[in-house]
């Protein structure tokens, strides 16, 4: 008898999961939950994705955060479908970091990457011991002192990787200081500092313009395109391919190139 109730009991469990699982497929195949940063991300997405999805059957739900690290999460433990606000170094840095089973599927965008400043308007005015701000996650501020590097003002370790930090800066002729902070909280601080180095969507959302407000940014050679990214397991999962293949189209590269003005970089 007890050897039945277990049987019974195991069966009841594999059904169960079965179901689960098929159910997912299910809903994701009729709605994707898509996790995003606001700018651009979710204008492409109203404006331009969902249109082309509902074509197809496909109900699209933008679901948007305001930091770096909940969406990942989110994606992880099935809260939402997939996610469209970072670049490859930080999704492999973070997935590394914390275990998770992510992956990329396609590139959409490239948001550059720039230094702004309230008080001066050119390199040439930052003074000795300026304050310079950065954006506290690894790959991003590593990502900011490669910039800095790149127009002269520091110079890096040379078996220095994406994640660099202040310490690891070996040659610093303006004695430049440095405050990392949440990348969000950027633009917020700048009449606090001499200047920061914002991330684009974050410097969008605070009506900065890297084509015209910035002192320097990151040109269309630039490696952090933002991608879309599911689950490894849903990575070949046909609603998610038809996705990819919206966000890769001609209509959003036109809408990115019209809407943005070369302040985001279409990728594709």
Do not use: W
Request: with cysteine; proline share 6%.
């Amino acid at each position: 008898m007890k050897k039945n109730i277990s049987v019974f009991i195991t069966l009841l469990i594999a059904v169960l999961v079965l179901t689960a699982c098929g159910t997912k497929e299910a809903r994701i195949d009729k709605k994707i939950v898509i996790g995003v940063t606001p700018v651009p991300h979710t204008a492409i997405l109203e404006n331009v994705v969902k249109p082309i999805l509902a074509k197809e059957g496909i109900e699209i739900e933008v679901k948007e955060f305001t930091d770096y690290v909940t969406p990942n999460l989110a994606l992880a433990d099935g809260s939402i479908d997939a996610n469209y606000f970072q670049h490859i170094p930080y999704l492999n840095n973070f997935k590394e970091k914390r275990g998770l089973d992510l992956t990329e599927v396609t590139k959409v965008h490239i948001p550059p990457t720039a230094l702004y400043s309230d008080k001066i308007s050119s390199l040439e005015e930052l003074v000795e011991g300026s304050l310079v701000a950065i954006p506290s996650d690894p790959t991003n501020e590593g990502r900011a002192l490669l910039l800095l590097e790149r127009a002269g003002l520091i110079k890096l370790a040379d078996d220095v990787e994406l994640t660099a930090t202040p310490a690891d800066i070996i040659n610093n002729p303006k004695n430049l200081e440095f405050k990392e902070l949440e990348a969000a909280q950027l633009p917020r601080i700048l009449k606090d500092v001499d200047a920061a180095v914002i991330t684009a969507n974050y410097a969008i959302e605070a009506e900065l313009k890297p084509a015209e407000d910035a002192i320097i940014k990151e040109d269309a050679s630039s490696p952090y395109a933002n991608v879309l990214a599911v689950r490894t397991e849903d990575k070949d999962n046909p609603a998610i391919k038809k996705l990819a293949e919206a966000l890769n189209s001609q209509a959003v590269k036109d809408f990115i190139i019209e809407e943005y003005q070369g302040n985001i970089i279409p990728a594709f």
